[in-house]
């Protein structure tokens, strides 16, 4: 979800320059810093965005400039007027009423708030369309980028599930080691029980063999595996599938989890504690995928 794009423009006089920047987070979340003389502009631009993508923290911004220095003035005559009338209707009154004012100049006329507009107000409303193809150009950009971040993510991913692959592996061998010792382990278990105490030995030997299958892992190692061939095909879709992975993600730990608790190996331990390790690496680079 990390990618970065900038593009500069132009129309007439105008001219902008656009910021688009993309980092981690686990919905769509959009800040967006455009000029407000853009009558439609944020509406659209999100708009635009959110058909483009699915996760992440993005930030646009947009500043609008006019090449050949400052934004060309203009007179507002009906404001002008205004002023006029009023400063005509102030001398009257001073003098009626014995007051002296100096005399106004055309520079305190035009430092009157409103006699003096900017075109810029009116020319960017005629920008929209312009902005809008070039944001698509933007997106284009953001998203090749993006493209190109998730493909060596993807391998990076691929990576770590091969090596889960190969921890599970080992751990199914490991646990098919530990099989004749936790076999051997029950048969003096229940020699010792048998021996000490007067027990029925039938019974004695259920509870064993219930202790037995509760130690078996055979279940956790199967759906581990299962769990890599899914991500793999989540991978293989082209398409955002990062909660998914995320979930996924969960389910190894979990299966993980439970076979360390089941290990009564410390071959078997040692291997579901790197597995766990493996799976949390992940995890984290499963967050950076949309």
């Not at 929209?128 to 193809?133: N, S």
Request: overall charge negative.
């Amino acid at each position: 979800m990390t990618a970065f794009a900038s593009r500069r423009g132009t129309h007439e006089d105008r001219s902008w320059a656009w910021d688009l920047r993309g980092v981690n987070a686990r919905g769509l979340d959009l800040r967006l810093r455009v000029p407000d003389s853009v009558p439609g502009l944020e509406a659209a631009a999100r708009a635009a965005i959110s058909a483009r993508l699915a996760r992440g923290a993005v930030t646009l911004s947009l500043k609008l400039g006019r090449d050949g220095g400052a934004a060309s003035l203009s007179l507002d005559a009906t404001q002008l007027d205004r002023v006029l009338g009023a400063l005509h209707r102030i001398e009257e009154r001073a003098a009626a009423t014995g007051h002296a004012l100096a005399p106004a100049t055309a520079a305190d006329i035009l430092a009157t708030r409103g006699v003096i507009a900017t075109k810029e107000a009116e020319d960017d409303a005629e920008l929209l369309p312009a902005l809008m193809a070039d944001l698509e150009t933007l997106l284009d950009e953001f998203v090749t980028m993006r493209a190109s971040e998730g493909a060596a993510l993807e391998r990076l991913i691929e990576g770590q599930l091969s090596e889960i692959a190969r921890l599970v592996d080992a751990a199914a061998e490991a646990a098919e080691a530990r099989r004749d010792e936790a076999r051997t382990a029950l048969r003096e278990a229940l020699a010792r029980v048998m021996a000490e105490v007067e027990a029925d030995e039938a019974r004695v030997a259920q509870e064993l063999a219930l202790l037995a299958v509760k130690q078996d892992v055979t279940e956790e190692i199967d759906r581990l595996r299962t769990h890599v061939a899914a991500a793999r095909a989540l991978l293989a879709e082209g398409k955002p599938v990062g909660r998914r992975l995320d979930f996924l993600a969960q389910e190894f730990n979990r299966e993980a989890n439970t076979l360390c608790s089941k290990a009564q190996s410390k071959a078997l331990t040692a291997l579901g504690l790197e597995l766990k390790a493996a799976i949390e690496q992940m995890r984290e680079q499963i967050q950076n995928v949309e």
